[in-house]
Structure formats: structure tokens, C-alpha cells
């Protein structure tokens, strides 16, 4: 192959053969032009020695795994990309991209498309109760967290009178504004 022997070499444009003092390290440039960037050469190689570089990957910003990732839409952060693992209608919470897409308030800010930052969005106040306002903005699904929670009254079952926690589930709206928890609402 002539391109390495270092007497000449095709150009990928012209299909022709260059004749001229090529050596078999550089195949860019003559010799002649070369001496005259030695000293830019040399001071390349000297900072490329003196440079650490750092090979970092990326990581699911929610469980620190690296992998199959993804960033989300609506900030923008690398998640696991594990959608596809849940089992539908299973309410299962071992997916970092659902968990985010739908227990956050920046997932919600985003897909109502709001304006402005999620935290002080008053739409997107006005949208919950104030407990599970604070929970979607607070709770382990979230790459930020609310700065101010929301003061609320925690709800109770208007038959026994046990203290009801939204975000958990196991209770029942009814249709004059009172709530049941399950063991009164089954009964």
C-alpha cells in the first residue's frame, strides 16, 4: 500500500497519487510543513500529559444505576429508561421513569404544559389538595424537591375517625365531601 510506505498516497477527492516525503506517523502533511509546527506539536502533547481527564458516566439521577437511560422530557435528567418493565395495572413502584412521570409535580407541570418553573406554578397548586401537593413535590421520585411544603388539615374517615394519608391510597372520596377508610368502606 503506497498511502503507508511514506513515498506517496491517494486523495480521497481526486483518486490520484501524491508524490512527496510522507512519513508512515502523519500521513496528513510533508515533512517541510511539519518542522514548522513542531513547537505547537510539542506544546499539544505537553498539555494533553498535564490534562486529567475524567470518563464519567451517566447515572439515573433517582437510583444511581447506569445503563439503559434516558432524559426525561420535562427536566431534562437522565432516568433508567425501564418503562417497559412494569406490569400494567400491577401499581408497582419499580420503575424510576414512571415513578418520575407520574408522581411528580415537575412530570404533571410538564405534561399540562404550564408555564414558568414547576415549584411556584399556582395552576399547579390549585390542581391538588394541599398533602398530595406536598407529596408530589417532596417525595423520592423527585431530581428537585420543594423548598416550602403547603400547611394542611390531614384528612380523617368520617365514620371511625383514623387519620387518612392520601398519598398511600386505601380510601374512598364520597359524593357529599366526606372520606372512608377502607375497613369502613367495605363494611
Known sequence: MPGFLGKERSTKASGKAQKGNFSRRTNWAPKESRASCRGKIKFMEKKKQTRKTKTTKAKCGLCGKSGKLIKTDCCGNWICDDSDKYVMFSYAYNSCYRNHDRYTLCAFHYHEEHKGDWKSCKKCKESFH????????????????????????????????????QSQGG????????YRCDRCYEK
Open 130 to 165: 394541599p398533602e398530595i401537593y406536598d407529596w408530589y413535590g417532596s417525595n423520592e421520585y423527585n431530581f428537585e424537591k420543594l423548598d416550602e411544603l403547603l400547611p394542611f388539615t390531614p384528612i380523617r374517615c368520617g365514620k371511625c375517625g383514623s387519620m387518612i394519608i
Open 171 to 178: 380510601y374512598a372520596s364520597l359524593p357529599d365531601g366526606t
